[in-house]
């Protein structure tokens, strides 16, 4: 499920010509972090947005095939559309996805150069005590 989870954060947030995309950062590190520290519920809610962000495309684009077999134009359309849905629920559930990439790369070192920030240091580990 986490190849799910990273196509569509991929798909969300690409590289543009003066920022990295969510593909450049530590996405492996972050999402085993995320599995890892994150309630059953969080991580249920990260799997199914991302699998509806899949299944979607026949509703957003009427192309009858997974996101994952859309050639890129059509990738953008579905994105750019199922995260403006007017569904709530839908909206909603890919959100989920597109927040959690949001946190992902906001925390990465590159990113926060490009912005003139300074890296985040090490995390402390005591969210859980």
Known sequence: MIWL?????????????KLPGIGDT???GFLRRLRRD????????????AWL???TPL???????PAFFLPKKLLDRHTERVLSSR???IRQAVFLVRLSAGMCWGADP???AKFAMSPYGTDPGTFRS
Do not use: N
Request: glycine fraction near 4%; aromatic fraction near 18%.
């Open 53 to 55: 962000f899949a299944v």
């Open 26 to 28: 530590d996405l492996d």
């Open 5 to 17: 989870i990273k196509f569509a954060m991929c798909a969300m947030m690409p590289r543009t010509e």
């Open 87 to 89: 569904i709530y629920l």
């Open 59 to 65: 509703f957003t684009v009427w192309v009858p095939l």
């Open 110 to 112: 590159t990113v926060r």
């Open 38 to 49: 994150s309630d059953f519920l969080y991580w249920l809610g990260l799997a199914l947005g």
